[in-house]
């Protein structure tokens, strides 16, 4: 599979943002799907991940409640709906796909990062 993210901008505090990763390949609705996030001079973290059959989510405690994991198999797609967005989630947003017992660890596919600049 392969993935590329978009919907990353500029945003002020509070606001809302919504990422978008549309997934190639015939394997999308075989796979769990993950968003990790980079903040500069920082290593990569674990954003959020769902399962292949979305039945089962899984979250950062830095954005439960915030944040919400979804797909659509139809499109093979999957989005991050990101509220109350604060400073400190500036960084540069990737999606990744692999199976569910490496998704919030160490995924193996990558998608390019999008930028999330958020304002105070």
């Given at each position: 599979?392969?993935?590329?993210?978009?919907?990353?901008?500029?945003?002020?505090?509070g606001?809302?943002?919504?990422?978008?990763?549309?997934?190639?390949?015939?394997?999308?609705?075989?796979?769990?799907?993950?968003?990790?996030?980079?903040?500069?001079?920082?290593?990569?973290?674990?954003?959020?991940?769902?399962?292949?059959?979305g039945?089962?989510?899984?979250?950062?405690?830095?954005?439960?409640?915030r944040?919400?994991?979804?797909?659509?198999?139809?499109?093979?797609?999957?989005?991050?709906?990101m509220?109350?967005?604060?400073?400190?989630?500036?960084?540069?947003?990737?999606?990744?796909?692999?199976?569910?017992?490496?998704?919030?660890?160490?995924?193996?596919?990558?998608?390019?990062?999008?930028?999330?600049?958020?304002?105070?």
């Amino acid at each position: 599979v392969q993935l590329q993210a978009s919907g990353g901008g500029l945003v002020q505090a509070g606001g809302s943002l919504r990422l978008s990763c549309a997934a190639s390949g015939r394997t999308f609705s075989s796979v769990s799907m993950g968003w990790f996030r980079q903040a500069p001079g920082l290593e990569r973290e674990f954003v959020a991940a769902i399962v292949a059959n979305g039945a089962y989510t899984y979250y950062a405690d830095s954005v439960k409640g915030r944040f919400t994991i979804s797909r659509d198999t139809a499109k093979n797609t999957v989005y991050l709906q990101m509220n109350s967005l604060k400073s400190e989630d500036t960084a540069v947003y990737y999606c990744a796909a692999d199976q569910a017992s490496r998704i919030t660890t160490a995924p193996r596919t990558w998608g390019q990062g999008t930028l999330v600049t958020v304002s105070s």
